[in-house]
């Protein structure tokens, strides 16, 4: 029996003005969205690094800003693009920390260094993952987290990108990953 599309809604408002981080909340419930399935988030600002993030997993997007602290992200299936109407668009919207284009310097892999210390999660992986997005095969990003990156570890493992980490001992870990 087949499923129909629904939509899913979170607010996490309540979350953020405890302090609570509700990145795993947001996580988890994108994981048991079906494949055409539409997710709306409420949050207490506008969540441009988790934006990025969900491009990643394949979802369009469109912002809209209804109070001073509320904002409305509706996120559908990249396939489902032209539903969105008014508001920010992904291809309106700032992703984040942009990364500058690496010199060309023929098929030569690269390494591309990132220091994400002291970024708020989850713009570590975000940024890391856009940077997967531009590097050509072959090439390496190599990052400097707080801390072992566990939920980017598991994205890495879910696209298939071979990685090792090396823990410092200020608790601080590099992780050099293979783009493939």
């Not at 030569?108 to 940024?127: A, W």
Request: charged share 30%; aromatic share 6%; glycine share 6%.
């Amino acid at each position: 029996m087949e499923s129909s599309p629904q939509t899913v809604e979170l607010d996490v408002r309540p979350h953020l003005r405890k302090k609570l981080e509700p990145f795993q909340l947001i996580m988890d419930t994108v994981k048991t969205l079906g494949p055409d399935d539409t997710f709306i988030l409420h949050a207490t600002f506008k969540p441009v690094p988790l934006l990025g993030l969900m491009k990643t997993k394949g979802f369009a997007y469109k912002t809209e800003q209804l109070a001073q602290d509320h904002w409305k992200v509706t996120f559908v299936p990249k396939s489902r693009k032209h539903e969105l109407q008014d508001g920010e668009s992904d291809e309106e919207s700032n992703q984040g920390p942009s990364i500058a284009p690496m010199k060309e310097d023929g098929d030569s892999p690269r390494t591309i260094e990132l220091d994400n210390r002291g970024l708020e999660p989850p713009q570590p992986m975000v940024r890391t993952l856009k940077t997967l997005e531009t590097c050509r095969k072959g090439d390496r990003v190599v990052i400097h987290n707080d801390r072992v990156p566990v939920f980017l570890i598991e994205e890495l493992s879910t696209l298939g990108y071979p990685y090792t980490i090396e823990e410092q001992p200020d608790g601080s870990a590099l992780v050099t990953i293979q783009k493939t």
